[in-house]
């Protein structure tokens, strides 16, 4: 049920621009979630330079929900990143011939996980405090 996205298929690459990393992380997840089965959903580390948050992703259902343990607002990279990938996993989809709803929208929500008071531990903390870690 569910699927654990390795760091490094999101990680940022270094390009010449903002914009070519932009594209290159999200078309290394699309090509990731190509083949998904309904019902699966994908855990996805995302580290923008110093902290951790973790999304989960549901394609089918057009749904991310992301977990940050310093509870900072909505994080414009990682929204404009997944509306990216899910808008290209709709389009690749179509041209499979399989109908989607397209009068929705993403959702992507911040769901609360618990504040971590340290200041290094974020990446061990999504994953352990969320119940992912063993």
Known sequence: MFVFVSPSLFS????DT????????????????????????YLVPHNRGRHWILGVIDPWEDLVLYFDP???KKRDDFTELMNMVLSNWKILMAGEGIRMRRDCKTTISNHHCPLHEGSVECGYFILGQNGLAM
């Open 18 to 41: 903002e914009d070519a990393c932009r594209r290159e992380r999200a078309d290394n997840l699309l090509s990731f979630l190509r083949d998904a089965p309904k019902g699966r959903l």
């Open 70 to 72: 310093l509870r900072e």
């Open 12 to 15: 940022p690459v270094i390009t």
